[in-house]
Each structure stands twice: as structure tokens, then as C-alpha cells.
T-cell receptor, first 112, second 113 residues
Framework: QQQVKQSPQSLIVQKGGISIINCAYE??????FPWYQQFPGKGPALLIA?????SEKKEGRFTISFNKSAKQFSLHIMDSQPGDSATYFC???????????FGTGTSLTVIP | NAGVTQTPKFQVLKTGQSMTLQCAQD?????MYWYRQDPGMGLRLIYY?????TTDKGEVPNGYNVSRLNKREFSLRLESAAPSQTSVYFC???WGGGYYEQYFGPGTRLTVT
């Protein structure tokens, strides 16, 4: 059973546009929600993360929005650039646990 | 500081053959993980080691074994490879617990024919 559900599977955005990727979870014990970025042929790397004591976290063009009551969180990429073309994974974990649960990934293509 | 290293980068096996994937980290991390990545299925946890001397099953452990050789090294063994084990395998490490950044290796692309 997929602990973290991610959509869409793929996304094509024009340069300068906004990319939005959504994730949902069921386990209320999760209290850490990172996003990882993966370029072809490379391992994933942490992009940005949020804890549920805040509803939004912004780092440059990347923003996580978090809705605790709906058990949903999303990644927004503002002013998307061709260099942002990659696969993005959301994930969830808990302070007391040792496992990270990943979404199925979103392949983002930014067209020049 | 190499981070997380994996060997080999590529491997082709015949059905029934065995092999060990090696992983090492130089960040003094306590926890280490093995994932497999398949198209449309994301990253699935095979095994993890929360600390030196301990290992636990993840979501998809069947057909695999692991060894936490010391704090730095965590190996994954396929005893009798099957075509269903064709995948990209990633090793990762973290300080420990679910609040810390996971650092991933570059991956091993395994094909079983």
C-alpha cells in the first residue's frame, strides 16, 4: 500500500511558468515532509523540507505548501527554468521512525 | 569527502547468479538504507540499518540480504538473481531517525537476463 500518493506522474511546463506537484498521506504519525530532486543518471538530492508546525516554507523559487487537516502537501516551482527539468519525489517520515516513505515521482519537463 | 559511494555502477547478471552491491559513506552517519527504483513506482525501501549492528526489512525485502559490515559500509546481496530484480539500486545514509536529510549514492544499474 502506497503510504504517500503523488501526482501528476509527468508534467510539462513552459519556461517562466509555475510547476505544481501534489502529495497526500494517511499516516498522522508523519511529521517531516521532504522533497527530493533527481537528475538523469544521478541519485536523488534533498531540495526542500517542511515540518507540520508551519503551513508554508519557501526557498528561492521553491515553495512547499502544507495542509495538515487535509493531509496534503505540494511543491510549487515559480518561474520554472529548463534546468529544473528532473524527477521530483515527495516523501514522509516521523521523528521516532527510521523509514522514509516516497511518492512515485513526477517527471518535470520545462520547455524553453 | 566522497559522501556515499556505490560499486559497481553497472552490472549484468544471468538468472540464478549471485552478486553483492557495495555501499560506503564517509559522513559518520548512523543509518543506512537500500532502495530500488523502478519506472512509475518511485523509491522502494528494501532494507535499512538504523545503527551499526542492526538491520530491518523494508517494503520489498524478498530475494535480498544485507550486511552492516561496520559504521561506514552496508552491502546488499542477491543470492539468486531473477529478472524481476532488474532495477536501479540506491544506497542512502542519514544521521538517524526520520528528521534528517538522506544522502544518496549515484546508483547501480542492474540487469538480470
Amino acid at each position: 500500500q502506497q503510504q504517500v500518493k503523488q501526482s501528476p506522474q509527468s508534467l510539462i511546463v513552459q519556461k517562466g511558468g509555475i510547476s505544481i506537484i501534489n502529495c497526500a498521506y494517511e499516516n498522522t504519525a508523519f511529521d517531516y515532509f521532504p522533497w527530493y530532486q533527481q537528475f538523469p543518471g544521478k541519485g536523488p538530492a534533498l531540495l526542500i523540507a517542511i515540518r507540520p508546525d508551519v503551513s508554508e516554507k519557501k526557498e528561492g523559487r521553491f515553495t512547499i505548501s502544507f495542509n495538515k487537516s487535509a493531509k496534503q502537501f505540494s511543491l510549487h516551482i515559480m518561474d520554472s527554468q529548463p534546468g529544473d527539468s528532473a524527477t521530483y519525489f515527495c516523501a514522509a517520515s516521523s521523528l521516532t521512525g527510521n523509514q522514509f516513505y516516497f511518492g512515485t515521482g513526477t517527471s518535470l519537463t520545462v520547455i524553453p | 569527502n566522497a559522501g556515499v559511494t556505490q560499486t559497481p555502477k553497472f552490472q549484468v547478471l544471468k538468472t540464478g547468479q549471485s552478486m553483492t552491491l557495495q555501499c560506503a559513506q564517509d559522513m559518520n552517519h548512523n543509518s543506512m538504507y537500500w532502495y530500488r527504483q523502478d519506472p512509475g513506482m518511485g523509491l522502494r525501501l528494501i532494507y535499512y540499518s538504523a545503527s551499526e549492528g542492526t538491520t530491518d526489512k523494508g517494503e520489498v525485502p524478498n530475494g535480498y540480504n544485507v550486511s552492516r559490515l561496520n559504521k561506514r559500509e552496508f552491502s546488499l546481496r542477491l543470492e539468486s538473481a531473477a529478472p524481476s530484480q532488474t532495477s536501479v539500486y540506491f544506497c542512502a545514509s542519514t544521521w538517524g531517525g526520520g528528521y534528517y536529510e538522506q544522502y544518496f549514492g549515484p546508483g547501480t544499474r542492474l540487469t538480470v537476463t
